[in-house]
């Protein structure tokens, strides 16, 4: 079955500190994957997805991931986090029936 | 545009009493979810609509939740009677797309609380 393992469940971080935010999948073929952000109060909102070509994906807010089939991993990372992005962060894969399947989340505490 | 919309944002009731949520999706958007998000944990799905045909609601617990999309906007998600349990925030979201590599946009949520 289909499963996604955020191994962090709380990362605090410096504002303009490098962050890297850690996702690990399960999954026969090749995944789609997703990272969502979940701000207080907030509905989810996608930050970027992978499904093939390039394992370099861009996203909004100038977050990034890399996808690494022999990791079976999906991190996330930006380069200088901004006090405004603290929130929670899930990693997502869809499954074979056309479900998203989330991992538990990692919640950014950003510092000034 | 609005996005999607759901109400109550907040609902605090006692055990065994009914509990009703309401979505209205994006216009145009065919594909319709619940989820369910409980503290500290990930959303998961309770059941999928495309309009009005719910096309994946194994994980609905059918002897107390129910929904309905009766004209393929809008839906309500019910519960009754609630169980302690039950608290959680309840998340619908919606899609353009048949497939779910297309992007959910999901709604601020409701927030259950059974006493």
């Known amino acids: 079955a289909q499963s996604v393992t955020q191994p962090d469940i709380h990362i605090t971080v410096s504002e303009g500190a490098s962050l890297e935010l850690r996702c690990n999948y399960s999954?026969?073929?090749?995944?789609?994957l997703f990272w969502y952000v979940q701000s207080p109060g907030q509905g989810l909102q996608l930050l970027l997805k992978?499904?093939?070509?390039?394992?370099l994906v861009q996203g909004i807010k100038g977050f990034e991931a890399e996808f690494k089939r022999s990791q079976s991993s999906f991190n996330l990372r930006k380069p200088s986090v901004h006090w405004s992005d603290a929130a929670e962060y899930f990693c997502?894969?869809?499954?074979?029936?056309?479900?998203?399947?989330f991992g538990t989340g990692t919640r950014l505490q950003v510092f000034p | 545009e609005a996005g999607v919309v759901q109400s109550p944002r907040y609902k605090i009731i006692e055990k065994k009493q009914p509990v009703a949520f309401w979505c209205n999706p994006i216009?145009?958007?065919?594909?319709l979810y619940w989820y369910r998000q409980n503290l500290g944990q990930g959303p998961e799905l309770l059941i999928r609509?495309?309009?009005?045909?719910?096309?994946?609601d194994s994980q609905l617990p059918k002897d107390r939740f129910s929904a309905e999309r009766l004209k393929g906007v809008d839906s309500t998600l019910k519960i009754q009677p609630a169980e302690l349990g039950d608290s959680a925030v309840y998340l619908c979201?919606?899609?353009?797309?048949?497939?779910?590599?297309?992007?959910?946009?999901f709604g601020e949520g409701s927030r259950l609380t059974v006493l």
């Open positions: 997502a894969v869809a499954s074979n029936t056309d479900k998203l399947i």
């Open positions: 999954y026969g073929a090749t995944p789609y």
């Open positions: 992978y499904f093939s070509g390039d394992t």
């Open positions: 216009s145009g958007h065919n594909t």
């Open positions: 609509y495309e309009n009005e045909e719910a096309v994946d």
């Open positions: 979201a919606s899609n353009d797309r048949m497939r779910i590599t297309g992007e959910l946009f």
